[in-house]
Structures are given as C-alpha cells and as structure tokens.
DNA sequence: GCCAACGTTGGC
DNA sequence: GCCAACGTTGGC
C-alpha cells in the first residue's frame, strides 16, 4: 500500500492512536476492488513511501477491519468527495490498518529491482500506478529476506 | 521540473 | 463504442 511520506508517513502511522488509522482517499477502481474484495482483517501489508527521494517499503503493518464505505467520499470538505458515491451505494472503500513495525532499514524501490523473484510484482511493472496491490506469499517472504 | 504511462471524461 | 483531451501518478 503506497502513500506520499510528505503526505502521510509510516511515521504518522506508528504515532496515530493506537497505531491505528484509515486508509481512505483511493480513488482507483483496482486498488478500490483490492481493499473491498480482498482484504480481510488480520491481513499483514507493506506501506510504501512514494514520490519520495528514495521511494520503498518502509514498513508493515496489518489490516484490522473489514472494508467499509470509504467516509471521505461522502464529505463535501474533503479532498476526496465523490458526489457520484452515495449512501446505499458507496463507490469507494477503506479499511482500518495497524502500525506493526518499520523494518531494520528501507528496502529500496531500486533494490527490489534487482530481484528476479520479484518482476511479477505489479509495483515493478512499468507505468505501474497503482496505490494498493496483492503481494503473493513467496514475494512477501522474499522481500523480508532483503531485510537482514 | 520533466515526462512516460495510464485512467477518466465527454463529445461525437 | 471510439478516441482525443486532459489530469494524475510517480520515478528520475
């Protein structure tokens, strides 16, 4: 799961009541689909710091809701209101996540790269825009492997 | 700041 | 349904 670090860090999340925070504000029909149709709580998931000097994952941390009508959508002073997403039939979702724990050090965008066990992972993709995306039990266990 | 890639919008 | 225009993402 990506976020913009000036925007909202794993910092930010690991200071948050609880650790714990929404992920609102997706706007994209995939990544919407892989929180409302996938995600379930106890799930563990990367955060990813974007659009940053060194973009990578800088952290874990686990789902703890269900996926719920995404509030911001509804909110006419949010950044993200959606007139077209309406009680009853919300388009957009967001769950609950958990800080668990930064990792020993970054594991860099241009590290993960450089693995070939990895170049399936949509994140590598090319012109790959997408903010939350599946990441398969042996690419999770490999890239926890570049931790040490 | 640049730009490639992609998603969305809206006219037709 | 097509497709050009536009806006956004995100690495560099």
């Known amino acids: ?26 706007r994209n029909y995939q990544a919407r689909n892989f929180i409302r149709d996938r995600m379930r709580p106890g799930d563990l998931a ?6 940053c ?9 686990e789902i703890v809701s269900d996926p719920y009508p995404d509030p911001t959508a509804f909110d006419p002073a949010d950044d993200h209101y959606d007139p077209k997403s309406v ?7 967001a ?9 020993e050090r970054p594991i860099h965008l241009a590290r993960l790269k450089r693995c070939p066990e990895l170049e399936a992972m949509p994140l590598l993709r090319r012109g790959n825009r997408l903010s939350v995306m ?4 042996a690419q999770w266990r490999h890239i926890l492997e570049l931790e040490s």
């Open 1 to 26: 799961m990506k976020s913009e670090p000036q925007v909202y860090s794993l910092e930010d999340l690991a200071r948050a009541p609880g650790g714990t925070a929404a992920w609102d504000g997706v």
């Open 134 to 137: 599946p990441v398969t039990p």
């Open 46 to 51: 990367f955060f990813y710091h974007s659009s």
């Open 53 to 61: 000097a060194q973009p990578g994952i800088a952290g874990i941390m």
């Open 87 to 93: 009680f009853g039939n919300p388009r957009w979702y």
């Open 95 to 103: 769950v609950d996540v958990r800080f668990q724990r930064a990792l």
